[in-house]
């Protein structure tokens, strides 16, 4: 019932940038709270950043300075706004949302995303 859609990935060089969005459909009333997560070739899936609803952010030291996350609760967006990337930053991206209460007052503990592929060159 509720689906979680990404775009903005791709290719780009170190140092560049790159804004990813995800869009939450359904019939939704509100979204606890949003997040990134990736998972790099060979490893585990890790937390990139976090916005609750009261928009209180959490970001994981890697990114901290360099990454931004915002959401629109207006649209069910979240973004992802990633600067001065670094080779090490290539991963497969994923959106999750936590506690998605419907319009019935029903809650969707969580949701991922299909994830979206970033990768960053040398």
């Known amino acids: 019932q509720v689906q979680l859609v990404e775009s903005g990935g791709g290719l780009v060089q170190a140092g560049g940038s790159l804004r990813l969005s995800c869009a939450a459909s359904g019939s939704i009333y509100r979204i606890n709270a949003l997040g990134w997560y990736r998972q790099a070739p060979g490893k585990q899936r890790e937390l990139v950043a976090t916005?609750?609803?009261?928009?209180?952010?959490n970001y994981a030291d890697s990114v901290k300075g360099r990454f931004t996350i915002s959401r629109d609760s207006g649209k069910n967006m979240v973004y992802l706004q990633m600067n001065s990337l670094k080779p090490e930053d290539t991963a497969l991206y994923y959106c999750?949302?936590?506690?998605?209460?419907?319009?019935?007052?029903?809650?969707?503990?969580?949701?991922w995303g299909q994830g979206t592929l970033v990768t960053v060159s040398s």
């Open positions: 999750n949302a936590d506690r998605v209460i419907m319009l019935t007052d029903k809650i969707v503990l969580e949701v």
């Open positions: 916005i609750t609803s009261g928009s209180k952010t």
